[in-house]
């Protein structure tokens, strides 16, 4: 298995375009997760998924960013306008049974200008 | 609610020695507790977890944890360090009865000195 695979790795992008971050959980799993991960906040939960519908967006920082499971293997993260304070690494996750533990991707690094 | 405390931020052992690092969660029914381990520029591998049963898990690597209940605590051991293992350490938590979300510690970076 290929493992979780997020797309791009590298994202820079002026400030008010708009991002997308692509996710493809491990196949199989029912659990989708987009975490966001910087200096200051640490690793913070956005959203995740169960079976392609969005359980808990409470993690949501405001209305420009949104994300969708279509189906189950593929997910987006969708930031729009960016602004430079949206700069992280941010990494989906995906999992059988939470209490299994996270498969994590290797993260999109995001810089907005 | 619960949550996980990492005391220390950083950590700096020489090549050989042993290593502990610390990890206390806060919840009133039994957790689940994980601890994953983030190389540069990678994402967060799980080295081991704890459901139940035997409080001395043991993972990946060579390291293992002992779920303390009394202390509320899950320290990560490892008895001989390698260059390799310098990364940083995350401790998370899930709640016994729906573990859907892990609540994630804010991480120790370990340094190894050679």
């Known amino acids: 298995d290929a493992g979780v695979i997020q797309s791009p790795r590298h994202e820079v992008t002026e400030m008010g375009q708009e991002v997308t971050l692509r996710c493809k959980p491990i196949?199989?799993?029912?659990?989708l997760f987009w975490y966001r991960q910087t200096m200051m906040r640490g690793l913070e939960l956005l959203i995740y998924?169960?079976?392609?519908?969005?359980?808990?967006d409470s993690g949501m920082p405001e209305d420009r960013f949104s994300a969708k499971m279509p189906n189950a293997s593929f997910s987006t993260l969708k930031i729009q306008p960016s602004e430079p304070r949206d700069s992280a690494v941010y990494f989906c996750a995906s999992s059988a049974q939470s209490f299994y533990g996270y498969t994590f991707g290797s993260g999109t690094r995001l810089t907005v200008v | 609610a619960q949550s996980v405390t990492q005391p220390d931020i950083h950590i700096t052992v020489s090549e050989g020695a042993s290593l502990e690092l610390r990890c206390n969660y806060s919840?009133?029914?039994?957790?689940?507790l994980f601890w994953y381990v983030q190389s540069p520029g990678q994402g967060l591998q799980l080295l081991l977890k704890?459901?139940?049963?035997?409080?001395l898990v043991q993972g990946i690597k060579g390291f293992e944890a002992e779920f303390k209940r009394s202390q509320s605590s899950f320290n990560l051991r490892k008895p001989s360090v390698h260059w390799s293992d310098a990364a940083e350490y995350f401790c998370a938590v899930g709640r016994s009865y729906n573990t859907d979300k892990l609540i994630f510690g804010t991480g120790t970076r370990l340094q190894v000195f050679p």
């Open positions: 704890y459901f139940s049963g035997d409080t």
């Open positions: 998924f169960n079976n392609n519908v969005p359980i808990d």
């Open positions: 196949s199989g799993h029912d659990y």
């Open positions: 919840y009133g029914a039994t957790p689940y």
